[in-house]
């Protein structure tokens, strides 16, 4: 079984900057994809970046050049860095994980969500 604890969001300025955490534990082996998502109020939920056990990244086309997922494996957590931050990035945001074990086939695990609000 997988755990997911989610850090890292706030109020931030316009222009800022701020580093979100998933932190994984239990059978971390199984997972093979960990992705960011964010929901904006009134909006449905969108994938911002993927990244793989092995490190291939993916990102969507709105976030390119300010978002970076990255992994620390040491430490089982996924980050998003997000720069220049502007209101449009106002929502919660959320890890989800992918796995494979022989008991359950393929899963996915949600994080709890994070708030990131950006105003001046």
């Known amino acids: 079984q997988v755990h997911l604890v989610e850090s890292g969001g706030g109020l931030v300025q316009p222009g800022g900057s701020l580093r979100l955490s998933c932190a994984a534990s239990g059978s971390i082996s199984s997972i093979y994809a960990t992705g960011w998502y964010r929901q904006a109020p009134g909006k449905q939920r969108e994938l911002v970046a993927t990244?793989?056990?092995?490190?291939?990244?993916n990102y969507t086309d709105s976030v390119k050049g300010r978002f970076t997922i990255s992994r620390d494996n040491a430490e089982n957590t996924v980050y998003l860095q997000i720069d220049n931050l502007n209101t449009g990035d106002t929502a919660v945001y959320y890890c989800?994980?992918?796995?494979?074990?022989?008991?359950?086939?393929?899963?996915?695990?949600w994080g709890q969500g994070t708030q990131v609000t950006v105003s001046s």
């Open positions: 990244i793989t056990s092995g490190g291939s990244t």
């Open positions: 989800k994980v992918t796995g494979w074990t022989p008991s359950l086939g393929n899963y996915y695990l």
